[in-house]
Protein backbone atom coordinates (compact mmCIF):
# COMPACT_ATOMS: atom_id res chain seq x y z
CA UNK A 1 0.00 0.00 0.00
CA UNK A 2 1.58 3.06 -1.05
CA UNK A 3 1.90 6.67 1.38
CA UNK A 4 -0.71 8.36 -0.44
CA UNK A 5 -3.22 5.27 0.09
CA UNK A 6 -2.31 4.78 3.90
CA UNK A 7 -2.99 8.62 4.45
CA UNK A 8 -6.52 8.20 2.52
CA UNK A 9 -7.71 5.40 4.46
CA UNK A 10 -6.67 7.48 7.83
CA UNK A 11 -8.14 10.23 7.20
CA UNK A 12 -11.41 8.49 6.06
CA UNK A 13 -11.35 6.55 9.13
CA UNK A 14 -11.29 9.73 11.22
CA UNK A 15 -14.12 11.08 9.23
CA UNK A 16 -15.97 8.29 10.18
CA UNK A 17 -15.48 7.95 13.42
CA UNK A 18 -15.64 11.65 14.14
CA UNK A 19 -19.00 11.94 12.62
CA UNK A 20 -20.28 8.99 14.44
CA UNK A 21 -18.83 10.23 17.79
CA UNK A 22 -20.13 14.49 17.28
CA UNK A 23 -23.99 13.98 17.41
CA UNK A 24 -25.43 11.31 19.34
CA UNK A 25 -28.57 10.74 20.32
CA UNK A 26 -28.55 7.79 23.35
CA UNK A 27 -31.72 5.35 22.41
CA UNK A 28 -32.12 3.38 26.28
CA UNK A 29 -34.30 0.85 24.47
CA UNK A 30 -31.22 -0.63 22.41
CA UNK A 31 -28.29 0.61 24.44
CA UNK A 32 -27.17 2.59 21.68
CA UNK A 33 -27.01 5.83 20.03
CA UNK A 34 -28.66 7.47 16.21
CA UNK A 35 -25.93 9.24 14.71
CA UNK A 36 -24.21 10.35 11.47
CA UNK A 37 -21.16 7.91 10.83
CA UNK A 38 -23.82 5.98 8.09
CA UNK A 39 -24.02 9.27 5.51
CA UNK A 40 -20.03 9.64 6.12
CA UNK A 41 -20.39 5.54 5.19
CA UNK A 42 -22.09 6.06 2.27
CA UNK A 43 -20.38 9.01 0.89
CA UNK A 44 -17.11 6.96 1.43
CA UNK A 45 -18.42 3.59 -0.51
CA UNK A 46 -20.01 5.87 -3.91
CA UNK A 47 -17.30 8.44 -3.58
CA UNK A 48 -13.88 6.04 -3.02
CA UNK A 49 -15.08 2.80 -3.95
CA UNK A 50 -15.54 -0.51 -2.06
CA UNK A 51 -12.02 -1.03 -0.30
CA UNK A 52 -12.15 2.42 0.91
CA UNK A 53 -15.84 2.01 2.14
CA UNK A 54 -15.16 -1.40 4.34
CA UNK A 55 -12.01 -0.17 6.37
CA UNK A 56 -13.59 3.26 6.61
CA UNK A 57 -16.67 2.23 7.69
CA UNK A 58 -15.24 -1.16 9.78
CA UNK A 59 -12.47 0.46 11.79
CA UNK A 60 -14.45 4.40 12.20
CA UNK A 61 -16.94 2.77 13.34
CA UNK A 62 -15.72 0.10 15.30
CA UNK A 63 -13.19 2.85 16.98
CA UNK A 64 -16.13 5.84 17.64
CA UNK A 65 -17.89 2.25 19.51
CA UNK A 66 -14.92 2.00 21.63
CA UNK A 67 -14.58 5.99 22.33
CA UNK A 68 -17.86 6.27 23.22
CA UNK A 69 -18.07 3.82 25.68
CA UNK A 70 -19.78 0.84 23.57
CA UNK A 71 -16.68 -1.26 23.23
CA UNK A 72 -18.85 -4.50 23.56
CA UNK A 73 -20.40 -3.21 19.99
CA UNK A 74 -17.17 -2.61 18.70
CA UNK A 75 -16.34 -6.44 16.93
CA UNK A 76 -20.12 -6.65 15.40
CA UNK A 77 -19.64 -3.15 14.11
CA UNK A 78 -16.36 -3.62 12.79
CA UNK A 79 -18.09 -6.34 11.00
CA UNK A 80 -21.51 -4.67 9.96
CA UNK A 81 -19.83 -1.32 8.90
CA UNK A 82 -17.36 -2.68 7.02
CA UNK A 83 -19.48 -5.18 4.95
CA UNK A 84 -21.65 -2.38 4.72
CA UNK A 85 -19.07 0.16 2.75
CA UNK A 86 -18.21 -2.30 0.80
CA UNK A 87 -21.59 -3.27 -0.59
CA UNK A 88 -21.99 0.06 -1.22
CA UNK A 89 -18.96 0.32 -2.83
CA UNK A 90 -19.42 -2.27 -4.93
CA UNK A 91 -22.74 -1.38 -5.81
CA UNK A 92 -22.17 1.67 -7.13
CA UNK A 93 -19.09 1.12 -8.71
CA UNK A 94 -20.92 -0.12 -11.45
CA UNK A 95 -22.59 3.52 -12.47
CA UNK A 96 -20.54 3.69 -15.40
CA UNK A 97 -20.47 7.58 -16.61
CA UNK A 98 -20.09 9.70 -13.47
CA UNK A 99 -22.64 12.59 -15.34
CA UNK A 100 -25.65 11.67 -12.30
CA UNK A 101 -24.82 11.23 -9.24
CA UNK A 102 -28.96 10.60 -8.31
CA UNK A 103 -28.68 7.17 -10.27
CA UNK A 104 -30.35 3.80 -9.55
CA UNK A 105 -27.17 2.30 -8.01
CA UNK A 106 -26.54 4.97 -5.95
CA UNK A 107 -30.10 4.48 -4.82
CA UNK A 108 -29.74 0.80 -4.46
CA UNK A 109 -26.15 1.15 -2.85
CA UNK A 110 -27.98 3.12 -0.61
CA UNK A 111 -31.11 1.07 0.46
CA UNK A 112 -28.90 -2.38 1.16
CA UNK A 113 -26.45 -0.77 3.10
CA UNK A 114 -29.21 0.76 5.27
CA UNK A 115 -30.96 -2.68 4.99
CA UNK A 116 -27.48 -4.71 5.75
CA UNK A 117 -27.01 -2.57 9.04
CA UNK A 118 -30.65 -3.26 10.09
CA UNK A 119 -30.45 -6.95 10.06
CA UNK A 120 -26.37 -7.03 11.15
CA UNK A 121 -27.29 -5.01 13.71
CA UNK A 122 -30.39 -7.13 14.63
CA UNK A 123 -28.11 -10.32 14.42
CA UNK A 124 -25.66 -8.42 16.83
CA UNK A 125 -27.95 -7.93 19.26
CA UNK A 126 -29.57 -11.22 19.40
CA UNK A 127 -26.13 -12.51 19.93
CA UNK A 128 -25.04 -10.15 22.76
CA UNK A 129 -28.79 -10.06 24.50
CA UNK A 130 -29.37 -13.99 24.02
CA UNK A 131 -32.84 -13.02 22.17
CA UNK A 132 -33.62 -12.04 19.01
CA UNK A 133 -37.10 -10.84 20.22
CA UNK A 134 -35.22 -8.41 22.75
CA UNK A 135 -32.77 -7.46 19.12
CA UNK A 136 -35.88 -7.16 17.03
CA UNK A 137 -36.87 -4.00 18.97
CA UNK A 138 -34.15 -2.20 17.75
CA UNK A 139 -34.80 -2.51 14.13
CA UNK A 140 -37.44 0.67 14.54
CA UNK A 141 -34.07 2.77 15.54
CA UNK A 142 -31.67 1.25 12.91
CA UNK A 143 -33.89 2.21 10.40
CA UNK A 144 -34.31 5.65 11.06
CA UNK A 145 -30.59 5.87 12.14
CA UNK A 146 -30.50 4.93 8.37
CA UNK A 147 -32.72 6.54 6.48
CA UNK A 148 -31.22 9.62 7.93
CA UNK A 149 -27.64 8.70 7.30
CA UNK A 150 -29.31 8.36 3.48
CA UNK A 151 -31.17 11.59 3.28
CA UNK A 152 -27.70 13.23 4.62
CA UNK A 153 -25.55 10.91 1.96
CA UNK A 154 -28.08 12.64 -1.29
CA UNK A 155 -27.78 15.84 0.04
CA UNK A 156 -24.30 15.97 0.78
CA UNK A 157 -23.26 13.54 -2.33
CA UNK A 158 -25.42 16.18 -4.67
CA UNK A 159 -22.81 18.72 -3.72
CA UNK A 160 -20.21 16.70 -4.07
CA UNK A 161 -20.88 15.66 -7.16
CA UNK A 162 -21.58 19.67 -8.13
CA UNK A 163 -17.75 20.18 -7.02
CA UNK A 164 -16.87 17.36 -9.41
CA UNK A 165 -15.11 15.43 -6.12
CA UNK A 166 -15.07 12.25 -9.00
CA UNK A 167 -12.15 13.77 -10.38
CA UNK A 168 -10.47 15.20 -7.67
CA UNK A 169 -10.92 11.67 -5.85
CA UNK A 170 -9.63 9.26 -9.21
CA UNK A 171 -6.46 12.11 -9.36
CA UNK A 172 -5.36 10.93 -5.72
CA UNK A 173 -6.13 6.85 -6.18
Given at each position: MKTKELCI???????VAVCTMVFQIPVSATQGYVHLGDSMILLVGV?????????????????????????HWA????????????????????????????????????????AWMVFGY???????????????????ENIVQGVAGAVIFFVVGAAFHKANIYKIVSEQQ
Amino acid sequence: MKTKELCIHGLLIALVAVCTMVFQIPVSATQGYVHLGDSMILLVGVFFGARYGMVAGGIGSALADVLSGYSHWAPFTLIIKGLMGWLIGKIASGAGSRAKFYTGRNLLAAFVGVAWMVFGYFIGGGILKSSFAVAATSIPENIVQGVAGAVIFFVVGAAFHKANIYKIVSEQQ
